[in-house]
């Protein structure tokens, strides 16, 4: 257990200083957990797999393919040109409604979603209005992590709390929603504040970060230059683009989204696996497209993301089946002497500490049932909100800690890939890979969720 838990901190360390390496990080040292587990018997390999997360694999493969499906006929532009008109140019009201919408959106619709339709979205309007990308994009990855919580259909966490707890949509309503409501409230002004108050002081203060990001992804030499680097070959049109009806290349990949978010959305309540619906979809999906199945296949943007968040769980898994997980939660709730207020704290920080390191689903999976026993105790289903409160603060606080961060972290690096931009404004997109200046905005917000997730709990007993 102790080689475990050196072998996770030196990852989780090597992670922090290096973004950019961050799947490579993860794949090696799970592999050395792997191989010293099977060397030792500390655990088997059908254990560490139980927890493999398959339906969120498929489902991003799903996601990732209607993603590039949009971007293909156009409608990411489409959704863009609106915000502008909505807007009529002016920038803080882009800061305002972008992360509002992405709320709404994650409430109907699993947060995964929003992220990919949205990362392309915010990154065209942060370009033509010239605004900071990364207060954008940041605010607009929380926002969507808070609409996943208040209702049992939102994200993948607020399910398996429906479906393994007495849970109900009233506890929903009630406990998570009206915290939920004010926390994306919050989030509007804390944006607005954070650009005019440190977005342009670190533009003075970091010259050595942005010199180093310009050196890095800076334009290669114009053709004359010795070294140049010829620019890829354009797309070739083929008839079938040309010649595709709208309804096939517009209308019908939005009505097959619309009804492939309904499907998963009501598919677990009946014990389905959304990774069956997911599977269906892409059929579907290959089937109605004007491009050729492989064509989008190989194209699909979210390789990186399903390497990165598969070895992540299964590196949680491996903690948690060694009891690491366990033990340290366990030592905790011993402090609470079933105190009420101490039990729902110890539980809203456990899963803070979880899911900031090991994302939702291990502090789900670590805490659900240590909440199933201490229920009773504390009544009212109070102890559940506690869990996903927490979850959500500690989703919030790296790139990685939600699922969501890893794609839209990829989404990034392929935006930059497939357009023509600006060298200096490539360097403030990047910033977005720069730790520093993410958690200077994320970490802040984070602490002010988990403080009124508190702040709540306590007042909810007192109240009723």
Known sequence: MTFAIIVALIVYIAMIFSIKYRTAITSIGLGVILIYGTVTNTFTLSDVLSNFPIE???????????SKTFENNSFFKYIGDKFLSISKGKKTLIYILLPLV??????FMNNLSVVLLFTFICLELSIKLELSPLPILVSGLIASNIGGCPLP????PAVILTLYSGFSLMDFLTKLFIPCSLLAG??????LWWVKK?????????ISDDAYLKNKFTDPPPPHHPNHIPPPTPPIL????????KFKKIYC???LFISFIIAICIAPFYSISISFISIIYIGLLLLITIDKPDNILNTVPVLDSLVFISTLFILSSVLEKSGVLDSIVKYIISFTSDNVFLILLAVLFSAFIIATFLSAGPAAATLLPICLQLNPIVGSNLVYAALVLGILAGSSMLPWSATGGPIML?????????????SNYKVKINQVYNLKKYISFSIPFSLIILSISALFLISYVFIF
């Open 186 to 191: 919050l989030l509007i002004p804390y944006t």
């Open 56 to 66: 969120i694999i498929t489902l991003i493969l799903a996601l990732g393919l209607f």
């Open 253 to 255: 990949p939005i009505i």
């Open 153 to 156: 259909w939102a994200d993948i």
């Open 410 to 422: 990829s989404e990034v690096g392929r935006y930059q890939n497939d357009h023509i931009i600006e």
């Open 198 to 206: 440190y977005d342009k002081k670190n533009d003075i203060m970091n």
């Open 102 to 107: 992405m709320y709404f959106t994650s409430l």
């Open 238 to 245: 083929h008839d079938r683009h040309i010649n595709a009806s």
